[in-house]
């Protein structure tokens, strides 16, 4: 990984958390999905719970790289569209 790729995702993690948390509708949707993963946890054998995991990790995973790719797009999107109204300075 590129060092501008580190720091875009530290910015990008740290800054999306902070919106997140002060969110109420993702707070909301947070509080459900924790309640029915507690659910569906206690209504299966245990011996499914492991594979429930791995399945929750992946989504994670593919939401979270969804949420990247979008926000980088945007940001791409943002410096294009000054760049275009010339209030951005290239070089």
């Known amino acids: 990984m590129h060092i501008l790729d580190e720091i875009a995702d530290c910015v990008i993690s740290g800054r999306l958390q902070e919106v997140f948390l002060s969110d109420p509708e993702y707070?909301?949707?947070?509080?459900?999905?924790?309640?029915?993963?507690?659910?569906?946890?206690?209504?299966?054998?245990?011996?499914?719970?492991e594979?429930?995991?791995?399945?929750?990790?992946?989504?994670?995973?593919?939401?979270?790289?969804?949420?990247?790719?979008a926000y980088l797009q945007g940001m791409i999107d943002s410096a294009k569209l000054l760049r275009e109204l010339r209030l951005l300075k290239t070089d």
């Open 27 to 49: 707070l909301e949707l947070s509080s459900r999905q924790e309640k029915a993963s507690e659910e569906c946890y206690g209504s299966v054998p245990k011996e499914y719970h």
């Open 51 to 69: 594979k429930i995991e791995e399945l929750t990790d992946c989504q994670n995973e593919c939401s979270g790289r969804l949420i990247e790719m």
